[in-house]
């Protein structure tokens, strides 16, 4: 089942959120703690394959306390291959839940199902479809990645494998969707200012600001020499955007009034090749500081954090 596979705590610490994204019941919805062990105790269990779930937990915030299980969520639609809660994201009454293999759009484009907490149900709000068509399944396209702003309605949705002008195979792109009463809908798209084939721009995001008003985005396949943090002329002018294969990225943009635009892309003070910089990212509420991940060196078995 690949139970811990994505993780979000709310705001207060009280709930956590465990996705399962290979596992196999073919439940659609929410249940509570009972519904949930009535329905393993019977004939749908285990009948859709990798359809995913998420599982809810109330936390005890004195040490010691045990977790308790509340609520079983799963993929409304068809649910063949979704990989539900490969990644999620907790704001409030707000939960979006990632399923980058999913066919709800087109086959295995990958889409994001948005919950809300009322009357202590958790129910499907609304479903975001991928913007291009997708293959084969995958875990890295449409919902790969997520981030809810503090005020939880503003969305950021990672598509780390989307094809790029038409021809850029897994260039990726990121999508920031904004709440309008019970839809979501698309404010804005961005890519990679130079985008090259298997970059995976949109392979982790993260919002700032309590209204999400700063956005970062990993890049882990970025291969540019390029040290420290860039302006877009230099990403533009980069005299060797090639030469660090794998070394990696973050991109970082800023909202003012309705126009979002480039800040700064953020490297590490020495690119490293197969370092992955990039693969995740996290900004504070303020959007002041954001922590950038590694997977580790090329043959070293060790990983850093970047604080910027």
């Not at 045990?66 to 068809?78: A, D, R, S, T």
């Not at 985008?195 to 008003?213: C, H, I, K, T, W």
């Given at each position: ?25 073919e439940a659609q919805g929410g249940f509570t703690a009972p519904q949930a062990l009535a329905l393993f105790a019977g004939p749908q269990a ?190 533009e002018a980069d005299p060797n955007p090639t030469g660090r294969r794998d070394a990696g990225a973050v991109v970082r943009y800023v909202r ?53």
């Amino acid at each position: 089942d690949q139970f811990g596979s994505a993780v979000a705590l709310s705001q207060s610490g009280g709930e956590l959120f465990v996705g399962a994204p290979f596992e196999d019941s073919e439940a659609q919805g929410g249940f509570t703690a009972p519904q949930a062990l009535a329905l393993f105790a019977g004939p749908q269990a285990g009948q859709r394959e990798d359809s995913g779930a998420v599982y809810r937990f109330r936390v005890g915030l004195a040490v010691g306390e045990p977790l308790l299980l509340e609520h079983y969520l799963k993929p409304v639609g068809e649910t063949q291959d979704a990989f539900f809660g490969a990644s999620l994201a907790a704001q409030g009454s707000t939960l979006a839940v990632g399923a980058p293999g999913a066919s709800w759009g087109a086959p295995h484009a990958g889409g994001v199902q948005l919950f809300r907490s009322g009357g202590g149900a958790w129910a499907l709000e609304h479903t975001l479809y991928a913007l291009q068509p997708g293959a084969a399944a995958s875990l890295a396209r449409f919902g790969a990645a997520l981030a809810l702003s503090g005020d939880g309605n503003r969305l950021a949705v990672g598509d780390p494998e989307a094809t790029a002008f038409g021809t850029v195979a897994k260039a990726g792109a990121a999508h920031v969707f904004q709440r309008s009463g019970v839809q979501w809908v698309v404010q804005e798209s961005f890519g990679a200012i130079v985008p090259r084939q298997n970059d995976r721009f949109g392979f982790s995001v993260a919002l700032g600001d309590p209204r999400g008003d700063v956005l970062s985005v990993g890049v882990p396949e970025d291969d540019s020499a390029l040290e420290g943090l860039q302006r877009q002329s230099e990403v533009e002018a980069d005299p060797n955007p090639t030469g660090r294969r794998d070394a990696g990225a973050v991109v970082r943009y800023v909202r003012s009034g309705s126009a979002w635009s480039f800040q700064a892309r953020l490297k590490s003070a020495a690119p490293a090749q197969d370092e992955f910089f990039g693969r995740a990212v996290v900004t504070t509420r303020d959007g002041r500081l954001t922590a950038v991940g590694t997977r580790g060196q090329s043959g070293s078995a060790s990983v850093s954090i970047h604080v910027y």
